[in-house]
Every structure is written in C-alpha cells, then in structure tokens.
C-alpha cells in the first residue's frame, strides 16, 4: 500500500495570498475611479453654487478645498471642475489650480496639475489646435488652444509665467502607463488664449471610462 503524500501548507496558501493580493489591488484601483467619479458629482453641486454667487463653495463639509473654474475639452467631451490648490489632497479628487499662477480668467499664465490615471488621463490625447474652455466664477468662458506638449523634468524645469501673454498650462506625471509613482518626468500641454468667437471644432470619440515660474507639479 503507497503512502500518502501530504502537500506542504506554504504550497497552499501561497495560491491563496496571490489571489487575496490580486483583489485587494483591483479593489484599490476601482475605488480610486469611483471616488474620482463620485467627488466630480459634488464638485458639480459646489459649482453651481459658486456660480450663483456663494463664495469658497465646499463640496463636502470637512473640505478644504473648493472650486474655482470649471474645465471643458468640446472635442474629447471633457468636462472637469477645478479645484483650489495644487496638493495631493486635492488631486485626489479633481484637478488643481496651481495658486502661484495667475487664477483662472485672469490675464497671465494659469497652471493647472491633474493626476494622469483618473482627470487628466485625457491629455494624452489633445492636439495640436484643440480648444479648451475654462469658465470662471463670473460666467465668463475664456477660450484657448492648444500650441503643443512637452515632457520635461521636475527637477530642472520651469513653467515661465511671462506678463502679457495669457496661457494655460495643464501638467500630469508622466509615463502615462507606468505601475511605478513619483518619477520626475512631467507632460505639459500648452495652450493660448483665443478670441471667444472662436468656432468649435468637431467632437472626437468619448474618452474612455477615466510672478516668475514655476515649477511643473504633479
């Protein structure tokens, strides 16, 4: 008669935790989208607020943030609510004004940083001459179009915020599809201002469910 044989624990087990791993990060990156998602419809509620004259508009009561400008690509189908404050705190639930550029509407250059797997995942596919809208807290829609993009280094790189020229810059972390966090590379999109009697441009398909310088932040 054979003896049985017994298969070691660490052999079983391994399978499991592999599994129990496996779920636990497709938990965490389906939470990442649904917060992203459910903070947009809050920050829409806040924006309408704003809009209607109530000033610092929280999404939610323990916040410290608020929106200041409500981010529109008419080709991508692209409609974000931008919040104050370039932290990642911030980031986490839509993209940022970065406050040491001139404030969205204003005259000068406006920085604004997005996380590149959720918000401003879509920056990846603007173009040359695509136009973005930013609407300010006065109703105004202040036009611009896209001049081109760059990738550059964190470290090394500034965004010359040059009185007289009204420019939007959008910055995201780059490479767009690295596992890997906090590298230094940074993809910039930039943009001009236009006359608002600029004409639309024709939509593409939907995006995918998804005083000095200063330097490129994530």
């Given at each position: 008669?054979?003896a049985v044989?017994?298969?070691?624990?660490?052999?079983?087990?391994l399978?499991?935790?592999?599994?129990?791993?496996g779920?636990?990060?497709?938990?965490?990156g389906?939470?990442?989208?649904a917060?992203?998602?459910?903070?947009?419809?809050?920050?829409?509620?806040a924006?309408?607020?704003?809009?209607a004259?109530?000033t610092?508009?929280?999404?939610?009561?323990?916040?410290?943030?608020y929106?200041?400008?409500?981010l529109?690509?008419?080709?991508l189908?692209?409609e974000?609510i931008v919040l104050?404050g370039?932290?990642g705190r911030t980031?986490?639930f839509?993209?940022?004004?970065a406050e040491?550029?001139?404030?969205?509407?204003?005259?000068?250059t406006?920085?604004?940083?997005g996380h590149r797997?959720?918000?401003?995942?879509f920056l990846r596919r603007?173009?040359?001459?695509?136009?973005?809208?930013?609407?300010?807290?006065q109703r105004?829609?202040?036009r611009?179009?896209v001049?081109?993009?760059?990738?550059?280094?964190a470290?090394t790189?500034?965004?010359p915020?040059?009185?007289?020229?009204?420019?939007?810059a959008?910055v995201?972390?780059y490479?767009?599809d690295?596992v890997?966090t906090?590298?230094?590379?940074r993809?910039?999109?930039?943009?001009?201002r236009?006359?608002?009697?600029?004409?639309?441009?024709e939509p593409r398909?939907?995006?995918?469910a998804?005083?000095?310088?200063?330097?490129p932040?994530?």
């Amino acid at each position: 008669m054979s003896a049985v044989r017994t298969v070691p624990c660490v052999l079983v087990m391994l399978p499991v935790c592999l599994l129990a791993v496996g779920l636990w990060q497709i938990g965490e990156g389906s939470w990442i989208y649904a917060k992203a998602g459910l903070a947009q419809y809050l920050l829409q509620r806040a924006w309408s607020r704003t809009v209607a004259g109530e000033t610092a508009a929280k999404p939610w009561p323990w916040a410290d943030t608020y929106p200041v400008a409500k981010l529109t690509v008419p080709s991508l189908h692209i409609e974000l609510i931008v919040l104050n404050g370039a932290h990642g705190r911030t980031l986490a639930f839509g993209p940022g004004y970065a406050e040491s550029s001139a404030f969205p509407g204003s005259p000068g250059t406006t920085i604004l940083t997005g996380h590149r797997d959720t918000h401003f995942r879509f920056l990846r596919r603007l173009r040359r001459q695509d136009e973005i809208v930013i609407e300010t807290q006065q109703r105004t829609a202040e036009r611009y179009v896209v001049q081109g993009s760059q990738i550059v280094d964190a470290r090394t790189a500034r965004i010359p915020l040059t009185p007289g020229q009204d420019r939007l810059a959008l910055v995201t972390c780059y490479p767009f599809d690295t596992v890997l966090t906090g590298g230094p590379l940074r993809y910039v999109v930039t943009a001009i201002r236009v006359p608002s009697v600029l004409p639309l441009r024709e939509p593409r398909s939907r995006e995918p469910a998804a005083r000095g310088e200063s330097a490129p932040r994530r």
